[in-house]
């Protein structure tokens, strides 16, 4: 929850405080680095921000030292007027890199020019942390339907919650990412519980112990607090107040916060969930009002066997009767379990937890009810039917009900209550940061200029929003030290796997490089695809993602020059590997959205039912972003040269070719293949 500080407030730093250039020159000394325009730059963009209340994005590539560039003066802030700054971020590791070694650096670095030493806290979901009362006999979950019968799926439970019980006398922070190794979700679920189902602190008999509640009181203390884009988005949306009081949130990884936040209000509803909601309740209220929701569930299970997975435009009608009996049977069973009674700890906490999941069920049944209540153009919500659908284990079709975007939540919420700083190394896509700011609810910035093939669709932000989007560049020279190559000559990419002619071209540019090359494929099948033909082919090693721990792969990747890794949507965004291991970055194709990706499909033609063009607004964007993405795994310090190959012609034949091309880093361009092969071999001659 923000403070109630309106964007606009000025703050006024005292004069005691060292400047904002002296502080981040003594933090770059301190951590044993140069003064770069680009973080200069940046970090006086961020003072400004916060002294005048406007958001900002700023786009700061790779190399620019962005996060003392926002932590300086966030500490600065923070430390001079007493409040709280958070920090999102949309991965692990890079909360790690904040909590273990920027912060930890700063802190020292800072604490003889401010007089005192700034403090930080890492914040995670309540889920995130071990529940003592639960632990402790609290209510336990209902095991799901195929686990009751499953008797190595029930004493692998129970070894894991044994194990988890042993570990409580040795973790100060019951802190699942310090349990090593992992236990499974179904151990873990046993033993923490939702925000929704605590039982609060003041209520709760071991509320003076309890972990989560530790993390918030020093997340409370702390000059800075860093939590990710799912809590940001809880805090934000959900109404709880998970994160405590601050006046301004600094987003890094800002070109995932979208997609973050519409996971965290994507909702769903299975016959599972029905079920274990009716066998949560069952002991609280009738037997008949929870043997009515228990059918329910029982028909949606038989129901959903026999219609199609994927999005759902129209709902058929044995369907909504179905939803409308668990919606009002899940609201019979909320009215029969009443108000909150009586001081017994566990009955308290049985009715929470079955209160919590019967909201869930009723919320999501009125959700996707009223979800095809109004045309194309206005629908809040797309529904989808998930089974086998994107995965590889096959699971219940379930349904899903997800916003078809999150401008207005943010609008009002993010940018509506707090000082908002976004930044990342791609923000602008077509050389603008527009197509990002109007998925943030932000209006845009250019007066109707736009790059070729982009789109139109109609303004929603209004413009009493004030923010600034500045680009403050990259230390990498990218047209001296990478090539953007084209392969023009190939036929466009078709449904039917990859052609003959595009696996000549890998191996070519693969033998070429001498290995060094990270392939990132538009999907899984593609990738384990091309490291099979390839392994018949050449004698260079290709790893291939799935085949161990992606971060092992990666590291084996690293250590190996002369080896390949190829995989999909985690290495578009997720590797980072400097120097002559990597100097080649294959994509087999423009990554647009899977046409049957119902989300993105949903998102399409809403935009083309308000009078956009809903390829160019959803479907390019997306593919922008990714490619921007996948080339900044090129150049990853200073010596690094390479390139970046395309084995897609559409991006230099295709209208919105234009616009992708102007989202990428200003690498060389070229289409001849030959020069390109040529240049690996130089850089592969010259590390060896
Ligand atoms: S306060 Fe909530 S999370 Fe903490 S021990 Fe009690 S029920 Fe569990």
């Known amino acids: 929850m923000a403070l109630s500080?309106?964007?606009?407030?000025?703050?006024?730093?005292?004069?005691?405080?060292?400047?904002?250039?002296?502080?981040?020159?003594?933090?770059?000394?301190?951590?044993?680095?140069?003064?770069?325009?680009?973080?200069?730059?940046?970090?006086?963009?961020?003072?400004?921000?916060?002294?005048?209340?406007?958001?900002?994005?700023?786009?700061?590539?790779?190399?620019?030292?962005?996060?003392?560039?926002y932590l300086v003066p966030a500490v600065r802030h923070a430390v001079a007027n007493g409040s709280t700054v958070v920090i999102s971020t949309a991965t692990i590791a890079l909360q790690r890199q904040l909590v273990d070694r920027d912060l930890p650096r700063l802190a020292k670095a800072l604490a003889k020019p401010l007089k005192r030493t700034p403090t930080f806290a890492i914040l995670k979901g309540r889920r995130n942390y071990l529940c003592l009362h639960r632990l402790d006999g609290g209510p336990q979950d209902e095991p799901e339907d195929q686990a009751l019968f499953d008797p190595f799926a029930i004493s692998r439970l129970g070894r894991e919650v044994t194990r988890l019980r042993e570990w409580v006398s040795d973790t100060e922070t019951g802190d699942r990412d310090e349990l090593v190794p992992g236990v499974s979700e179904q151990a873990w679920r046993q033993v923490s519980v939702s925000a929704r189902e605590c039982l609060g602190a003041s209520k709760c008999p071991m509320g003076t112990d309890c972990f989560a509640e530790k993390a918030r009181a020093e997340a409370g203390r702390a000059d800075i607090v860093v939590t990710n884009h799912a809590l940001l988005a809880i805090d934000a949306l959900q109404g709880y107040q998970v994160l405590p009081e601050h006046d301004v949130v600094i987003v890094d990884e800002a070109h995932d916060l979208v997609d973050r936040v519409t996971s965290v209000a994507t909702g769903e509803l299975s016959a599972a969930m029905v079920s274990i909601a009716s066998r949560r309740v069952g002991r609280l209220v009738e037997e008949d009002r929870a043997d009515r929701l228990n059918e329910c569930g029982d028909g949606l299970a038989m129901l959903l066997e026999d219609v199609p997975t994927g999005r759902l435009d129209t709902i058929p009608e044995p369907l909504r009767v179905t939803i409308t009996a668990i919606r009002d049977a899940a609201h019979h069973c909320v009215s029969s379990l009443g108000p909150e009674r009586g001081a017994d700890a566990d009955v308290v906490a049985a009715r929470k937890l079955a209160m919590s999941l019967l909201e869930e069920v009723h919320d999501n049944a009125v959700r996707v009810l009223e979800a095809f209540d109004t045309d194309d153009a206005h629908r809040r919500d797309v529904v989808w039917i998930t089974g086998d659908y994107g995965s590889n284990t096959p699971r219940p079709p379930t349904l899903k009900v997800a916003p078809l975007g999150v401008a207005g939540l943010l609008r009002e919420k993010l940018f509506g209550e707090n000082t908002t700083i976004l930044t990342s190394a791609t923000l602008t896509l077509g050389g603008s940061f527009d197509a990002l700011a109007r998925q943030w609810g932000l209006p845009g910035q250019s007066a109707g200029e736009k790059v070729d093939g982009m789109a139109s669709e109609k303004e929603v932000a209004p413009d009493s929003i004030r923010w600034t989007g500045i680009d403050v560049g990259s230390p990498f020279d990218h047209a001296k030290s990478g090539i953007l190559y084209t392969a023009r000559h190939l036929p466009p990419p078709g449904r039917d796997g990859l052609p003959e002619a595009y696996l000549a071209e890998l191996k070519s540019l693969v033998e070429a490089a001498g290995g060094r090359t990270l392939g990132l494929f538009s999907s899984m099948r593609a990738a384990k695809n091309a490291a099979a033909e390839l392994r018949e082919r050449t004698d260079v090693e290709i790893l291939c993602q799935g085949d161990d721990s992606t971060s092992l792969l990666v590291k084996k990747f690293a250590e190996n020059p002369q080896?390949?890794?190829?995989?999909?949507?985690?290495?578009?965004?997720?590797?980072?590997?400097?120097?002559?291991?990597?100097?080649?970055?294959?994509?087999?194709?423009?990554?647009?959205?899977?046409?049957?990706?119902?989300?993105?499909?949903?998102?399409?033609?809403?935009?083309?039912?308000?009078?956009?063009?809903?390829?160019?607004?959803?479907?390019?964007?997306?593919?922008?972003?990714?490619?921007?993405?996948g080339a900044g795994r090129l150049l990853r310090s200073m010596d690094d040269r390479g390139v970046v190959a395309i084995l897609d012609p559409r991006l230099a034949t295709a209208r919105y070719g234009g616009f992708l091309r102007a989202s990428l880093p200003p690498f060389w361009p070229t289409t001849d293949a030959e020069v390109v092969r040529a240049a690996l071999r130089r850089l592969d001659d010259a590390a060896n």
Request: charged share 15%.
């Open 563 to 629: 080896t390949c890794l190829f995989g999909t949507l985690s290495l578009w965004q997720g590797v980072d590997v400097p120097g002559p291991s990597l100097s080649l970055v294959v994509m087999d194709r423009i990554p647009f959205p899977r046409p049957d990706d119902p989300l993105a499909s949903a998102r399409q033609r809403a935009v083309e039912a308000r009078g956009g063009n809903g390829f160019l607004s959803v479907a390019a964007t997306h593919a922008a972003l990714l490619l921007a993405q």
């Open 5 to 69: 500080v309106h964007p606009g407030t000025v703050f006024a730093v005292p004069d005691t405080l060292p400047s904002l250039r002296e502080l981040l020159a003594t933090a770059v000394t301190a951590v044993g680095g140069a003064e770069r325009p680009g973080q200069v730059e940046m970090a006086e963009a961020v003072d400004a921000s916060i002294r005048t209340g406007d958001h900002l994005a700023v786009q700061a590539g790779t190399g620019t030292g962005k996060s003392l560039a």
